[in-house]
């Protein structure tokens, strides 16, 4: 039976992690205890036991899986909010339907992500749901044929080329100017290079800045902070 973890330093934020599986639970727990200012307190594994621990562990956050239980879980994420309205609720899901995203935030879910987001990501959403933001996974394309809000790109005056879109993608899933070079068999100076480029096409401060633009037209009422989570010294 899991118990609360360590007691955590003040001003680190506190994640309780909900999801069935054994190896995504050990897989979140590294995440986020690789993520600077944050610390798991929990895994519960059992939806319903969720508030039980959340009652000792006193998270700031939960991190919470949505699969095959999807419906136990949003049940698990109301009882949540209702006893701790100011827990910062981040989904990790398989399912990139408008309709379960518009779900889950209706039962108090503040960002959704694809189970494939990058420990970077993982960690702005949590940080922008306790600042009270929504976070949509940018992978996540509304189309137009759907009820849901159709996304709106951000169009620079300026366009971008396709290599800096091809970055710009790479920044969006939270890689470092080393791993972009690897992705796109391109050198660290030319991911540098263009990184430059598109930040001074969109006017953004930083790659922070950039992100938080990109997501904020892609996903309609969404404000994304530029929060600026650990980034690799040499990059821009």
């Known amino acids: 039976m899991s118990t609360p973890m360590a007691s955590t330093p003040r001003g680190v934020t506190r994640v309780l992690i909900l ?3 054994p190896v995504l639970r050990r897989g979140l727990v590294g995440m986020i205890n690789e993520t600077a200012g944050m610390q798991a307190v929990g895994t519960p594994g059992e939806p319903r036991r969720a508030l039980t621990l959340a009652e000792s562990a006193r998270p700031d956050a939960v991190v919470v899986e949505l699969g095959t239980g999807r419906a136990a879980t949003l049940n698990a994420v109301r009882d949540l909010r209702r006893r701790f309205p100011q827990l910062a609720v981040v989904a990790l899901a398989t399912s990139e339907d408008p309709g379960v995203v518009n779900e889950a935030l209706a039962a108090g879910v ?3 992500l694809l189970m494939n987001t990058s420990p970077t990501l993982l960690g ?19 189309g137009e044929g759907s009820a849901e809000p159709v996304s709106r790109e951000l169009t620079p005056e300026v366009p971008l080329t396709r290599r800096e879109s091809d970055v710009l993608d790479e920044l969006l899933q939270g890689q470092s100017n080393r791993a972009i070079g690897k ?7 030319t991911v540098k290079s263009h990184v430059k480029a598109i930040l001074r096409k969109l ?7 950039a992100v938080s633009l990109v997501l904020s037209a892609r996903n309609p009422g969404c404000s994304c902070g530029a929060h600026r989570l650990t980034e690799a010294p040499a990059d821009v």
Do not use: C, K, M
């Open 19 to 21: 999801a069935d599986a």
């Open 110 to 112: 503040r960002s959704y």
């Open 124 to 142: 702005w959403a949590v940080l922008a749901a306790r600042a009270g933001r929504t976070v949509v996974d940018p992978q996540i394309r509304r």
């Open 183 to 189: 992705n796109l068999f391109i050198s660290e100076d």
């Open 203 to 209: 006017g953004a401060r930083d790659r922070a800045h």
